[in-house]
């Protein structure tokens, strides 16, 4: 009895640990990521300046072939419920 419980706890332990390795090994990439776009939008200043023109692309990217996708949440809730009546 004892010992399946300290098996257990085990298990748990090793699980956690290489669960937090794996998270801290993913949030160091990311704030590896973050830090080298900071530095090369520090290099780069006139992106700024682009941004506009990337939003006016991704609007009209969404009014050409994102029609649906203007439901939002409400498109993802029809089809959990569209689902479950099948």
Not at 34 to 62: C, D, K, Q, S
Not at 63 to 68: R, S, T
């Amino acid at each position: 009895m004892k010992t399946n419980w300290v098996k257990q706890q085990a298990a748990l332990l090793l699980a956690t640990v290489i669960s937090s390795v794996l998270i801290g090994c993913t949030i160091a990439f990311f704030l590896w990521l973050l830090e080298n776009a900071t530095e090369y939008r520090n290099l780069h200043p006139y992106l700024l300046w682009l941004l506009p023109v990337g939003g006016l692309i991704i609007f009209f990217a969404y009014q050409k072939w994102g029609k649906v996708s203007s439901k939002g949440n409400n498109l993802v809730i029809e089809a959990v419920n569209q689902k479950n009546v099948d």
